[in-house]
């Protein structure tokens, strides 16, 4: 498919504050050569993300988080999810380092290899927001289960360690229900044996 022309006509900041929304009046090229009729659009930015789901691969263990997310919030099961390891991407940060970073800040794990699962969009219909997903490698032994997270950044995440097989009960049981974590124990699931051979 050839990339398609964009009009933008106007764009303005509808709000400002820890995220942005963005309004557009937009036209767009259609399949057939035309240009759409105007619409309006609004895209929330947020930045760019990394996830990284910590494995280890001697003992067959992943590292999760639980915490409460504010999207979950009318979720009949509970607004605290579980989850994997993940940050935003700060100015001049590559994705790489903030997997690292963020896995001691917010699970106390050092990532000793990290494997490129994938980049996708979030949710494309209305956020530019992008995650950069990894498998790391990690020594289950060293990591202690507990609360961790940076109190100046409101975190209270509940760290545990599962073995693959638990995992793959609480995945399959849809206990684990956002994107980032399905697509990594996904991945875990077709490149195990290979990652652990490697790894090993």
């Not at 498919?1 to 036209?27: H, T, W």
């Not at 607004?79 to 997997?99: K, S």
């Not at 990532?111 to 289950?140: D, F, M, Q, R």
Request: aromatic letters at 8%; hydrophobic letters at 40%.
């Amino acid at each position: 498919m050839e990339k398609c022309n964009i009009e933008i006509i106007e764009k303005n900041v509808a709000y400002q504050g820890f995220f942005r929304l963005e309004k557009y009046r937009l036209r767009h090229s259609l399949f057939d050569g035309e240009m759409s009729d105007e619409m309006s659009r609004e895209l929330f930015e947020r930045g760019h993300a990394v996830a990284v789901l910590p494995y280890d691969p001697v003992l067959d263990e992943v590292v999760l988080l639980e915490q409460f997310r504010i999207g979950a919030i009318d979720d009949p099961e509970g607004a605290w999810l579980t989850e994997i390891v993940a940050g935003m991407i700060d100015n001049g940060e590559t994705a790489e380092e903030v997997a690292k970073r963020e896995a001691i800040e917010e699970a106390g794990c050092e990532i000793l290899e990290l494997a490129h699962i994938c980049n996708y969009y979030v949710s494309p219909g209305g956020t530019s927001e992008t995650i950069a997903l990894y498998c790391g490698k990690v020594n289950a032994n060293k990591v202690t289960e507990g609360v961790y997270g940076l109190d100046e950044e409101n975190e209270d995440i509940r760290v545990f360690k599962s073995s693959y097989q638990q995992l793959l009960t609480c995945f399959e049981s849809g206990k684990i229900n956002s994107a980032a974590p399905i697509i990594a124990i996904q991945w875990l699931m077709m490149n195990r044996e290979k990652i652990r051979k490697a790894w090993r």
